[in-house]
């Protein structure tokens, strides 16, 4: 009786465990920002399309990131990247003056 307790007892704190972490790892996210360079794009298939572009996040500190479209992006445009724990999860294109100052700055 008393190892059935502590076997469910065992299961639920694991099932509450790992809730959390997928809760954590869905809800946290960091925005960086790049521009497009149409050269550094690999087309994996007649409608995907694989860029590597070096970012920056809002207090300047540069990270290269990879994602993938479903098009070509414009080219020189600039992107609001928003990355989860598993990579980029979603982009949009932004002006120059949405930039933070320091990214400004590296462009």
């Not at 300047?60 to 479903?70: E, M, R």
């Amino acid at each position: 009786m008393k190892e059935k307790f502590v076997i469910i007892v065992g299961t639920i704190l694991f099932i509450v465990l790992c809730g959390c972490l997928f809760f954590y790892m869905e809800s946290y996210d960091k925005l960086y920002y790049t521009r497009v360079d149409n050269m550094k794009i690999e087309k994996l298939s007649a409608k995907e399309y694989e860029y590597e572009l070096v970012s920056y996040d809002e207090k300047g500190k540069k990270k290269n990131l990879k994602f993938k479209t479903n098009r070509e992006l414009r080219d020189t445009a600039f992107l609001e990247l928003e990355v989860r724990i598993l990579g980029v999860h979603s982009w949009r294109e932004v002006e120059y003056e949405e930039l933070p100052k320091k990214v400004q700055e590296k462009y």
